[in-house]
């Protein structure tokens, strides 16, 4: 079984400044996609940035962009020049690479503010 | 087009109550989940659907637990005898599954608070 592990309970920054979440993970498999969500308090998730494992590129989606260290079996979030709409729930989620779709498996989460 | 949509939004049921929420997916996504998500927690897994076919029921919590997709778009999510611990927010999300991408989208959830 997977796990997915976000150690960071709670984070705070001030307003454009560059944050990271950390999440780490644990799988057997060898094909495998990486997700960054977002929750912001109105509640619907958004998908904020995807890795496919076998791309040894790092993602970047604008101001986000990954760390993934896949001998380390980690998968970082990078938020640059952070914004207040930023603030929200931010979620590490694992996703197995075969055919057909395949559940998410999430991490613990990590509530990030930005402070004005 | 139009995103994943979720009713009821709020829902208040006492404890024993049966409750059903439903999910209409994005038009033309094959694939179709349920998560529950617990305050504070990530979401959890709790089944999967592929057009009609439930393919993946072993998230559900108990026998309590029913879905169905009856058509293939439209899902209801069944809680019997609803008791306090299933007190959660429910989200759906959907997929169209290309080759072996499968970005998830999310609807808005609905917050079923057991009393």
């Known amino acids: 079984a997977q796990t997915v592990t976000q150690s960071q309970p709670e984070m705070s920054v001030q307003e454009a400044e560059t944050v990271t979440l950390s999440c780490t993970y644990d799988t057997s498999e060898s094909n495998y996609y990486l997700f960054w969500y977002k929750q912001p308090p109105s509640r619907q998730m958004i998908l904020v940035i995807r890795q496919e494992a076998y791309k040894q590129q790092n993602a970047t989606e604008n101001r986000f962009s990954v760390n993934f260290q896949k001998a380390a079996k980690s998968f970082s979030l990078k938020i640059s020049d952070s914004q207040l709409g930023d603030t929200a729930m931010y979620f590490c989620a694992f996703m197995k690479k075969i055919q057909g779709a395949q559940k998410l498996v999430f991490g613990q989460g990590t509530r990030l503010t930005i402070n004005p | 087009g139009a995103g994943v949509s979720q009713s009821p939004r709020y829902k208040v049921a006492k404890r024993g109550q049966d409750v059903a929420l439903r999910c209409d997916p994005i038009?033309?996504?094959?694939?179709l989940f349920w998560y529950q998500q617990a305050l504070g927690q990530g979401p959890e897994f709790l089944t999967y659907f592929q057009n009609e076919a439930q393919l993946d029921k072993s998230g559900l919590p108990s026998d309590r637990f029913f879905a169905e997709r009856p058509e293939g778009s439209v899902s209801t999510l069944k809680i019997q005898r609803t008791q306090q611990e299933d007190s959660a927010v429910y989200l759906c999300?959907?997929?169209?599954?290309?080759?072996?991408?499968?970005?998830?989208?999310f609807g808005p959830g609905t917050r079923l608070t057991v009393l």
């Open positions: 038009s033309g996504h094959v694939s």
């Open positions: 999300a959907s997929s169209l599954p290309i080759l072996l991408t499968d970005t998830q989208y």
